[in-house]
């Protein structure tokens, strides 16, 4: 498995290896002994799987607060994604900066999103399915939303903000400035 940094400390892509032949291909999509001797020791308790029916479906920008706090590592089995992390970090020195990769179905490629980051995506492709993994369940009172489209972040999603399918809570979230961070960039270190 091929494990790249990105701009942004603990934002990592992961590209598993695809073993083709006469039937088509095999991949180890993860692997725990992997990842460890990688330096990346992740306790995954929970597997999600979404549908998105429509191209411009933005589904983000999420988190869950501590002590539920999760990092996610997502792949698409089917279709497209523009997937984007932002670091909301209190003292980060990237505190507010976002990173974004193309995942799809086809480029088998994976994004390692650790605590303390926003995560969200728009989708490329019609019914495009994401899966990830999760280091912690979902608990509804730690669940929250910024602005995918707050203009303070500048995420560039690629499409008409005016045509984007959201949910009730991706159109209601605050603005960063408006929100208190719950995550610490000394916490990370």
């Known amino acids: 498995m091929q494990i790249d940094d990105t701009a942004l400390s603990g934002v990592k892509?992961?590209?598993p290896r695809r073993f083709a032949d006469a039937r088509g291909w095999f991949t180890e999509s993860w692997n725990r002994e992997t990842l460890r001797a990688q330096g990346l020791d992740l306790d995954f308790v929970q597997d999600?799987?979404?549908l998105s029916r429509a191209a411009g479906t933005v589904r983000g920008l999420h988190y869950q607060r501590p002590p539920h706090a999760q990092a996610k590592l997502l792949r698409v089995i089917a279709g497209a994604i523009l997937d984007v992390a932002v670091d909301v970090r209190r003292g980060s020195p990237?505190?507010?900066?976002?990173?974004a990769e193309?995942?799809?179905a086809e480029n088998g490629r994976q994004l390692l999103v650790p605590e303390g980051f926003l995560h969200g995506f728009v989708t490329r492709?019609?019914?495009t399915q994401v899966v990830y993994k999760c280091t912690d369940v979902y608990a509804p009172d730690c669940d929250g939303a910024v602005a995918w489209d707050d203009?303070?972040?500048g995420i560039d999603w690629g499409i008409d903000p005016e045509t984007a399918v959201l949910s009730d809570k991706d159109r209601a979230a605050p603005r960063l400035s408006a929100w208190?961070?719950?995550f610490a960039w000394e916490d990370a270190q």
């Not at 990237?94 to 990173?99: A, E, H, I, L, Q």
């Open 13 to 15: 892509v992961l590209t």
């Open 125 to 127: 492709a019609p019914d």
């Open 48 to 50: 999600n799987h979404s």
């Open 151 to 153: 203009p303070e972040i």
């Open 180 to 182: 208190q961070s719950p």
């Open 102 to 104: 193309e995942l799809s």
């Open 94 to 99: 990237t505190y507010g900066r976002w990173v």
